[in-house]
């Protein structure tokens, strides 16, 4: 009996050795699968990040078309050093030889492309079989497809290999029909990354060692090869074990299994409970990961829905209301594109916490995605509900100081109170989101409550952005022209206006749709379509002055000058014939790319004007410190002229402060000629307004120009003025 005991022992130590084995093996194999699948992710991830600078309409004509060195060095060579963090970058023409080669923060020898010519041969077949079948497919080629990873080896390190190719982001034929650049970047495998992949996969610290070198023979590792198949770098650390450690813990109770059988069905029943807590914790674990946002710990919206499932079956049982809010963070693509997405995500976290701090425990905050967060409050009413929105309100406006530095943080609140216990979450949702939309639309960090005519609101914005959309691509924009006239009656210049007109509402106001296109991201297409028009009149008028309005959106975009100087070319326009007009709230951020721009401007020969002055927060400092040449007042401060005494005094300091500084001044406006009179004494020598001419049609200042030679406007002897032509 004690030989079958022992027996039965020894075969239980020996299955549970091989089992343990086995288990070992497969947590080995799965490390190395994680280390693998997360090394490529990496590189594809890197890779896609190439797609926003590639996929450029001048990219291609720079590369292409006639390739530039200079712009290939700029967006590609420093730019992927600096921001995709690529050691080596190479810019290949249409046959795959290189043209432009980068290394560090300079440009190199082409031969450095050599040592991973072949790699890249093989890769860049890969993308151009991948780009010529979505082609002859009709299949668009977008960010995700335009992108291609490898993994390779070079002197005994691991490299991650990434290449795009440069497409026009338009179906311009033209820039179609030329064999497409690509640009590949090399980046070599740092230990820090290493260390961030092992803290992802909660592995032992990763390194890297050459081939062949000796480890201890419980490591594990990772086999990289070139391409001939040969061994050249690896990757090891140190496997978890859970095999062994389960072996080691159920070794005493088999051993006890030579007492009895008592004790080896007492030892079996622990462990299977011990076994079965653990996979119950896995598996709560695994939920709660299924259930939380990543980023912050909060619900995500699965349970968000689910939540508010239940909040709303206790409606129908106990009566009451819910109140949903969405919450989104005012401006915080801003944050992301200056300071980076860490910056945003610290953010992010910050705003959660702060969130978090404000609610009742009863009540769920959840994230749904970017910067939307969504509170459920339970047991409340309409006023409860605002009371909560103005302390979130409260509590995320200031300024944030982040890693990167400091931003100024305000949110906008949208409110629905749920008082019917039949609507579904994503109901709930899109009433908040709507309200969200109008508490943004009506100047933001502001809080406004879901009302049913918000749904007509929203469809008819978004037929009116189909519409402007249509209209720029077809350039059905008009372009008209208001004079501005000195006090003689003779027009000195024109002030070029966009107008826009549906096919189905009629004329659209331009202080509806140019704010609707800096939203929708068509500013600079809007801006670019006025400025060429305005170009091309203005050659009809020499010795007018024209003067073109652009937005904060052009003056910051890295597109606005070289497209400029291209249209100067084009038309043959000299610059000091266009004004440039400029809002104060551009100024107010004072930042460096804005103050550049301007520089620019003035240097190539702009006048630069300073639109709605006094409306802002005007300062001295702005009208020293940027290149402004021209400052024009504001129509709500002359619309007051001869009604309000304070107002002809506001102006009157106005244009002192803009003659002490050897500044132009213009009065926008003007409606009346007991406005004209006042604002000539005061000593503001152009005006524009209604009193000499509303916004006319280019031909019709044809017809001013050519009959009173300068536009004159007759001055009537019984004192009324008329315009010449009209």
């Not at 291609?148 to 991650?160: N, P, S």
Request: with cysteine; proline share 3%.
């Amino acid at each position: 009996m004690t030989i079958v005991v022992v027996g039965a022992v020894c075969a239980l130590i020996g299955s549970l050795w091989i089992w343990a084995a086995e288990i070992d093996k497969a947590s080995r194999e799965r490390e190395e699968s994680y280390v693998r699948n997360g090394l490529l992710h990496l590189a594809e991830t890197q890779a896609r990040l190439m797609a926003p600078m590639t996929i450029w309409n001048t990219a291609v004509e720079k590369t292409a078309v006639k390739f530039d060195r200079k712009f290939a060095a700029d967006n590609y060579g420093s730019y992927f050093a600096e921001y995709l963090n690529y050691e080596q970058t190479f810019v290949l023409d249409g046959h795959n030889r290189p043209v432009l080669a980068w290394q560090g923060t300079q440009e190199t020898s082409l031969s450095a492309f050599d040592p991973f010519s072949g790699e890249i041969a093989r890769l860049s077949k890969d993308l151009r079989e991948r780009f010529y079948v979505h082609t002859a497919s009709g299949i668009g080629f977008n960010s995700r497809t335009n992108a291609i990873a490898r993994l390779t080896v070079m002197d005994g390190h691991i490299y991650l290999l990434g290449a795009s190719l440069i497409l026009p982001d338009s179906s311009h034929r033209e820039l179609r029909r030329h064999v497409p650049y690509m640009v590949v970047g090399l980046h070599r495998l740092s230990p820090a990354e290493l260390t961030t992949l092992s803290d992802g996969h909660l592995l032992t610290t990763i390194s890297e060692v050459r081939s062949g070198q000796p480890l201890a023979s419980e490591a594990a590792r990772a086999v990289f090869t070139d391409a001939t198949g040969q061994e050249k770098a690896e990757l090891t650390w140190q496997p978890a074990r859970p095999g062994l450690d389960l072996f080691m813990r159920a070794l005493i109770p088999s051993l006890l299994v030579s007492a009895g059988l008592g004790g080896v069905a007492l030892a079996l029943l622990h462990r299977s409970q011990k076994t079965a807590r653990s996979l119950i914790a896995s598996e709560a674990r695994a939920k709660h990961m299924a259930m939380h946002d990543a980023l912050t710990g909060l619900p995500n919206r699965t349970l968000f829905t689910d939540r508010l499932t239940q909040s709303t079956e206790r409606l129908r049982r106990q009566g009451g209301s819910v109140a949903v809010m969405c919450i989104g963070l005012d401006r915080f693509k801003d944050v992301n594109d200056t300071l980076g997405h860490s910056a945003g995500d610290e953010l992010i976290r910050h705003s959660a916490q702060k969130i978090g701090s404000m609610i009742r425990s009863g009540d769920t905050l959840a994230r749904l995605g970017g910067d939307e967060f969504v509170i459920i409050q339970t047991d409340t009413d309409a006023h409860s509900a605002a009371a909560l929105a103005k302390r979130v309100l409260e509590g995320l406006k200031g300024q944030v100081t982040l890693e990167s530095g400091p931003v100024y943080s305000t949110c906008s609140i949208g409110v629905t109170l749920l008082q019917e216990a039949e609507i579904e979450a994503a109901e709930a949702l899109r009433q908040a989101d709507l309200a969200l939309y109008r508490a943004k639309e009506q100047g933001r960090s502001q809080y406004a409550f879901f009302e049913v005519e918000m749904d007509a609101t929203i469809k008819l914005r978004k037929q009116l952005e189909t519409g402007l959309r249509e209209a720029i691509h077809v350039e059905a924009i008009d372009v008209v022209y208001q004079p501005q006239v000195d006090h003689n009656g003779r027009i000195v210049g024109v002030e070029a206006l966009a107008r826009w007109s549906h096919p189905q509402r009629g004329p659209i106001s331009p202080a509806y749709f140019v704010p609707l296109a800096e939203e929708c991201g068509l500013m600079m297409d809007l801006g670019s379509l006025i400025m060429r028009r305005a170009l091309i009149d203005s050659k009809r008028w020499p010795g007018l002055k024209v003067a073109i309005n652009v937005s904060a959106t052009q003056l910051r975009s890295s597109r606005f000058l070289p497209e400029l100087k291209e249209m100067l070319l084009e038309t043959g326009v000299e610059p000091r014939a266009i004004e440039i007009e400029i809002t104060e709230g551009m100024l107010l951020n004072d930042d460096q790319a804005t103050q550049n721009t301007l520089n620019a401007l003035r240097q190539m020969g702009f006048s630069i004007a300073l639109d709605d002055f006094g409306t802002g927060y005007s300062s001295l400092s702005y009208l020293s410190r940027y290149p402004v040449d021209k400052i024009k007042i504001d129509r709500s401060f002359v619309s007051n002229l001869g009604v309000d005494p304070d107002a002809e005094a506001l102006i009157r300091a106005i244009i002192k402060l803009a003659k002490a500084l050897h500044l132009s001044i213009l009065a926008e406006g003007v409606e009346t000629k007991a406005q004209s009179q006042i604002l000539r004494q005061a000593g503001c020598a152009i005006i524009q307004g209604y009193l000499f001419s509303k916004p006319v049609a280019r031909d019709e200042i044809d017809l001013m120009m050519a009959g009173q030679a300068t536009a004159q406007v007759t001055h009537i002897t019984n004192g009324r003025y008329i315009a010449g032509v009209r």
